[in-house]
């Protein structure tokens, strides 16, 4: 894993650093049959109206289907290429299995091509391998975790992210996960062993801002500088600070818990995330 520096030659090499694809990419065409078209919204709803700021242009991308539910039990399935993703940070694994069918998934650290991976409660707690919490060794670094059985991975999918199984109680297994929240998952539930690939992610920037609109990310204004008609910390003589931060609806942005204190699945909470 590597990322690339430039020399300043130009203003927008000079912040420039990107991850490196070669020795990491296998193949540059994606399958054809596990591909969709994926049409651009530029932050439109189903009537015609700008629901979501700040989008729209950007390249044209394919959808991957990714298979994060890997319910193809006890059929083993050879890593054929490791690819790049254009709509997540993480690199996918294509894997040819062995009753013909094929199908993507997170690619994580370690996972090399031709390697053989396995889901079901029989398989072994492996990188790569998909099995049941309950199936798992204490301690061992998880990611693609479901939060309910059957439901399809939820948890720690993002580049360079893991989750730590750290014990178990009853019929929960008790996770620690990246963003530090410590919280009980049901032991029927999916996990893939392992760390997601491509950690170097973290490192990149994109050294200019027509970076961000190739991404479909147009240019975002802040608060202060708009009207009061606009946003709570608008207008003002001169430029003003704009008094205590917060959202356009007027919710504080530090320090204001959001989160429903009624919420059901708080009592699967033992630890809140870190600040």
Known sequence: MAVRKFKPTTPGQRHKIIGVFKGQITATTPEKSLTVGKRSTGGRNSSGHLS?????????????????KRKNDGVPATVKTIEYDPNRSARIALLYYKDGSKAYMIAPNGLEVGQIVVSGPDAAPEVG????????PVGTLIHC????????????????????????????????LPSGETRKVLLTCRATVGVVGNSDHALESSGKAGRSRWLGRRPHNRGVVMNP???????????????????????????LKTRSPKKHSSKYIIERRKK
């Not at 003002?236 to 919710?251: A, C, I, K, M, W």
């Open 145 to 176: 975790i479901e939060l309910r059985p059957g439901q399809g991975a939820s948890m720690a999918r993002s580049a360079g992210t893991f989750a730590q199984l750290t014990s178990r109680e009853g019929d929960y297994a008790i996770i620690k």
């Open 52 to 68: 979501t700021r700040y989008r729209g242009g950007g390249h044209k991308r394919k959808l991957r289907l990714i298979d994060f």
């Open 129 to 136: 391998n998909c099995l049941p919490l309950a199936n798992i």
């Open 229 to 255: 008609v606009d946003h709570p910390m608008g207008g003002g003589e001169g430029r003003q600070s704009g008094g205590h931060p917060r959202s356009r609806t007027g919710l504080y942005a530090k320090g």
